[in-house]
């Protein structure tokens, strides 16, 4: 596609070396200008907002041909990546794996929580026990916030900011984390001041929350330990009595972070005018980075360190730092990876760069597939075989925030300690890091000698692990777009002398499209030899070489508003509905997977419902919604595994209404026939319906399936939910209960089977052979057949040898009449559905004979009147 018209500049697109005006200052001192400013400037620039067309035709690159390059994919949904993410072209075939690869794996842990939430992230797939609501864990939500706010569409990120304090059960202080700067880091790309004026109150909560639960105020910083960084057993808690969560102190980590949020409420406040909260933040964060600085730096070994809170075993003195005291008092080591975070915000003034000369040195942190954690010399290194151990392995959660610290300090620092070679040298690493069995991959940790993730690649659990950042790195370091508070563009490339080419296109940024080119000769792209920025696809700044380049991008145009439709077919805990429900299901694939808000293709873990074993030429699945819902467009997300399973030959979809199944007409379908590992979306004029349906016609000699079914309709909060039982019913009971687990959790509808849910009751430790699970109804019911799902865990839990269904008759428990039973015989992580003859009855049980020396586990009980 050709670009447009070069445009006159009115300002100069290249910064001059000694320019005192505000387009010629460092980035760093633009910044502070900025922060000084923006009191008078608010009214201007809250006005200043800015939308991104719906798809740019004004692109460098092919798009379709990068990504048909890589051979890896899962999610082969071009259509989403065409539509939302930037695209990067450049030397290093591994880098470019790897960006594609981590678009892929935030696709994985995009959570569609429920209709009045939208959407969060996971940090595990699994969703573990620690977890909040919808499994989301406020850990990494600073490096996933970073990252998700170059996606085109900015509802993701957005949502994912009020999650953490409009959604019941989010845990926004679980860990530390850098939440208010975050959402400043969003707006600066977004443009979106509106929303932006929305969090401002989150923000402030969340500082205040801080404050409350953390803040030492005789020592002025904020204290926690290091398993609440999500480092635990480190070299400072190894040394106490509690070697997983020991050592409370004031840690670089937290005292950076909240350093970062302040000055983001302080930036924020001041662009909406409120002068006295803007003083009260910006003097918060001055104080933190005064005391950082003068408690937390070691003169001696030029570093930042954990500084103990109380005294501890071993001779450890309250107010001492890491080996100052205690069993290796003395010790020359000491530094932890952690020590570059404050860089990571800019919290150091000038005179601290010594601190870099450690990072690239294989005697301190660098290792063939490192950064370690820990110094390598250091006495208490350990390369662990086992989560969760932080003293030594390569941590990619710490290797991202020190890339960003790096580039940082290379952007914003005149210093001679760390070259670009060394920030692309550390990006390498990282990036070949994430490996397995040549394909791109990431899970907990690695061994820094070997890059192996064994020992931290839980099955359903690390795979695909989203606790780092590796794209906002690309953009803001390698690529160089350095993110302002502004109307201008700046660019610094960190890339390799000898690259001769490179490009990053596709860019929304602040109501533009924006794309950086560098072209040594200018025939590789030929568009002119040199670096070009170019906006909605004029060349709006050139340079003839690599280095920093600023560009004018004049007044940006106002914001559409976000289309946000909700997706009524999703069920995580709400209750009895929405439920779903196929004419067959494989016992292993339930098809509860279809509406858990989540989407992947992988066959393990898996996350998908099939018909794998019907026998039928075509099959079905119902979404019953519990009440009347309007719908405007259904997604169905096929599989296709290349063998015996794949997207069907065809597909209806149908409504329930006057007593029959029609099917929806004047329905507009995107793609024409039916592919898999995509979306599949049928729209249709809205309609009201208490049910839908899906008619799947199989493939010859295959059978269908999918990872998630939507129901999307433009509707306003609040959502009535369906009454379906009696106040406080249905209720469950159980004749013995382990501790932690909950016979209430056995109907919440959802179905959990991975290792670290707690979603479920569990007999463990029960005294009995058998045991019952009963749920009642609080009136009489219909009941036909039931779907227990049992949970495993290879151990202390197993599938029961056998189980019964009973019902209660008013006096006493009958046997159900059995009719079939799917599998023949109870089977762990599976559906185990048993048909017996109807009844009406108030109450249900089973009765499950325990497979000693392990006990059952349910983790979801259905008990349904249809027999289909």
């Not at 991202?400 to 580039?407: C, I």
């Not at 907990?444 to 931290?456: K, L």
């Not at 509406?595 to 996350?607: A, E, K, L, M, V």
Request: charged share 25%; with cysteine; glycine share 8%.
């Amino acid at each position: 596609m050709t670009l447009g018209p070069r445009v006159a500049h009115t300002r100069p697109d290249c910064l001059p070396s000694s320019s005192g005006a505000l387009f010629g200052m460092p980035s760093t001192r633009i910044r502070r200008h900025l922060d000084a400013a923006l009191l008078a400037a608010a009214g201007l620039l809250a006005g200043c907002r800015a939308v991104p067309p719906a798809h740019p035709a004004d692109s460098i690159l092919d798009h379709r041909a990068l990504l048909a390059r890589q051979t890896w994919w899962e999610n082969r949904d071009w259509d989403w990546y065409l539509r939302e993410i930037p695209f990067l072209d450049s030397p290093d075939s591994a880098i470019d794996a790897t960006y594609y690869y981590r678009w892929e794996l935030l696709t994985r842990h995009l959570t569609y929580g429920s209709p009045a939430t939208g959407y969060t992230f996971t940090e595990f797939i699994d969703r573990p026990f620690w977890s909040g609501t919808y499994g989301s864990i406020s850990c990494p939500l600073g490096h996933q916030m970073y990252e998700a706010r170059w996606l085109r569409d900015r509802r993701a990120v957005e949502d994912f900011a009020r999650y953490w304090f409009e959604t019941p059960g989010a845990e926004p202080r679980s860990y530390s984390n850098w939440y208010g700067d975050a959402v400043w880091a969003g707006y600066l790309v977004t443009g979106d001041s509106a929303f932006l004026r929305q969090m401002l109150p989150h923000m402030v909560a969340q500082y205040e929350g801080w404050t409350r639960e953390r803040w030492d105020a005789t020592h002025r910083m904020f204290r926690w330990d290091g398993m609440h960084d999500g480092m635990e057993t480190n070299i400072n808690s190894r040394q106490t009595a509690d070697s997983f969560a020991g050592a409370e102190g004031y840690r670089p980590t937290l005292n950076s972070y909240l350093f970062a949020d302040a000055r983001a409420i302080s930036r924020t406040a001041a662009l909406f005018g409120d002068a006295s909260l803007a003083r009260d933040f910006a003097a918060r964060a001055a104080g933190l980075k005064a005391r950082v600085q003068q408690e937390l730096w070691d003169p001696k070994r030029q570093f930042f360190l954990h500084r103990f809170a109380h005294d501890e075993a071993g001779g450890i003195r309250a107010g001492s730092r890491t080996y100052e005291t205690g069993p290796f008092a003395g010790n020359a080591h000491g530094r932890e990876l952690i020590g570059y975070v404050p860089w990571q915000f800019e919290l150091p003034d000038a005179g601290y760069e010594a601190a870099w000369r450690f990072l690239m040195d294989t005697t301190y942190f660098m290792a063939p597939f490192g950064p370690t954690t820990v110094e390598r010399d250091d006495p208490l290194f350990f390369v662990s075989k086992e989560c969760c151990v932080w003293s030594g392995n390569a941590w990619p959660y710490a290797t991202g925030q020190t890339l960003t610290a790096m580039a940082n300090l290379l952007n914003d620092y005149r210093q001679t300690v760390v070259t670009r070679a060394d920030y692309f040298r550390l990006l390498e690493t990282y990036t070949l890091d994430q490996r397995k069995n040549g394909r791109p991959y990431i899970a907990e940790a690695a061994d820094p000698m070997t890059g192996s993730w064994a020992g931290h690649d839980t099955y359903y659990h690390s795979e695909h692990y989203f606790h780092s950042g590796y794209v906002d790195q690309i953009i803001t370091g390698l690529a160089g777009l350095r993110p302002r508070a502004d109307d201008s563009l700046e660019v610094n490339p960190l890339i390799p002398a000898a690259w001769d080419w490179f490009a990053l296109d596709d860019v929304a940024y602040r109501g533009r499209n924006v794309a950086i080119l560098w072209d040594r000769s200018g025939r590789h792209y030929g568009r002119g030899a040199g670096l070009g920025v170019y906006v909605d696809g004029r060349r709006m700044g050139h340079r003839d070489d690599i280095g920093r380049l600023v560009a004018a991008m004049g007044p940006a145009p106002s914001l559409a508003p976000l289309d946000r439709p909700v997706n009524f077919a999703v069920n995580n805990g709400r209750g009895a509905f929405p439920a779903v429900t196929a004419s067959y299901s494989d016992p292993s694939t339930p098809p509860e997977y279809l509406i858990d808000g989540n989407i992947w293709y992988d066959r393990s873990p898996p996350n998908r419902w099939t018909a794998r074993g019907s026998g039928r030429s075509a099959d079905t699945v119902q979404l019953d919604f519990g009440m009347t819902r309007p719908v405007e467009r259904v997604s169905l997300y096929f599989l296709d595994d290349g063998d015996d399973i794949r997207p069907p030959a065809r597909y209806t979809v149908e409504r329930w209404a006057g007593g029959r199944w029609d099917e929806i007409t004047s329905a507009e379908r995107a793609p024409a026939l039916p592919e898999g590992r995509r979306a599949n979306t049928v729209s249709f004029p809205r309609i009201e319906t208490a049910r839908l349906r899906v008619v799947l016609q199989h493939r010859p000699g295959a059978s269908s399936g999918m990872t998630e079914l939507e129901a999307w309709a433009h509707a306003e909060p609040p959502f009535a939910e369906p009454v379906t039982a009696p106040p406080g019913f249905p209720r469950a009971s159980a004749s013995f209960t382990a501790e932690g687990s909950d016979p209430a959790r056995a109907i919440d509808g959802r179905v959990a089977y991975t290792l670290y849910s707690s979603n479920r009751w569990s007999a463990r430790g029960t005294p009995h052979a058998t045991d019952w699970l009963a749920v009642d109804f609080g009136a009489p019911k219909r009941v036909a057949r039931v779907d227990v799902h049992f949970a495993v865990d290879g151990h202390a839990l197993a599938a029961p040898r056998g189980f019964a269904v009973e019902y209660w008759s008013g006096s006493a428990w009958i046997p159900a009449r059995i009719r079939r039973r799917l599998p023949a015989l109870p089977q762990g992580s599976a559906v185990n559905t048993v048909w017996f003859a109807p009844v009406e009855t108030p109450r249900v049980r089973i009765v499950v004979e325990h497979a000693r020396p392990a006990a059952t586990a349910v983790t979801e009980l259905e008990i349904r009147g249809d027999e289909s």
